[in-house]
């Protein structure tokens, strides 16, 4: 198919659910047209609701289709692009793959609130709630107990990249942030961290001039 690919993202220092769907994107190795709105900005919502009729990022367009809301569009990459894999082969594992990411797309809403991403910042030791402490513990187990299971078939969450390691690399980048002790789940933040398209967007996020004082708290 002749590439119609375009993605809609906000800034990419603070933008988690843009970090999804563009890394599991450029996980498949398609290539695709970026388009970046930094958010919160005077004229931001109204540039976001030509691409978005959900009025937010982020946004896949191809050709004529609109694709909003990030696991979703992974949803579609992964029928788009079925060579790459971006789910598991096997029924067991890929249902199991989609809980996991589905429980990041709709939990951890205190670790979300409590620890922001942002990429260019580094705060260990912030004082946090008993809930936030609470969701990285389940984060954690849940990231020990898959790498238990599929540690010999490679060194992601479910062996090779998934879109379930799309859905945490933005917690990865928080970890990493707030100085949180990975313990025997280090191995799979430094995997997550070590892949290109990642330290691609590291590097534009650290880039950005931008500043939401909301997230730098």
């Not at 119609?4 to 800034?11: F, R, S």
């Not at 990429?119 to 030791?125: F, I």
């Not at 379930?164 to 980048?173: E, K, R, S, T």
């Not at 997550?192 to 398209?197: C, G, M, N």
Request: charged letters at 20%; glycine letters at 6%; proline letters at 6%.
């Amino acid at each position: 198919m002749m590439n119609t690919l375009t993605l809609v993202i906000g800034n990419k220092n603070y933008s988690s659910w843009s970090l999804r769907p563009w890394l599991a994107l450029s996980m498949t190795g398609a290539s695709f047209e970026e388009v970046r709105i930094p958010l919160y900005e005077s004229g931001s919502a109204s540039r976001i609701q030509t691409y978005s009729p959900a009025g937010k990022v982020p946004v896949l367009i191809d050709g004529a289709l609109v694709v909003w809301d990030s696991l979703a569009i992974c949803e579609y990459l992964a029928e788009r692009f079925p060579a790459t894999r971006l789910w598991p082969a096997e029924v067991e594992t890929r249902a199991a793959a989609r809980a996991v990411s589905a429980e990041m797309h709709a939990g951890f809403g205190a670790l979300r609130n409590e620890m922001p991403m942002n990429v260019r910042s580094s705060r260990p030791g912030l004082a946090l709630s008993p809930a936030a402490h609470g969701d990285i513990s389940r984060v954690l187990a849940s990231w020990h107990a898959l790498r238990a299971r599929h540690r010999g078939d490679g060194r992601f969450l479910f062996g090779g990249f998934s879109i379930a390691d799309a859905m945490y690399a933005p917690v990865v980048l928080r970890f990493r942030t707030y100085g949180v002790d990975c313990g025997p789940s280090t191995d799979y933040a430094d995997a997550v961290l070590a892949l290109e398209p990642m330290q691609r967007w590291v590097a534009d996020a650290q880039a950005e001039r931008e500043t939401i004082d909301a997230f730098e708290r």
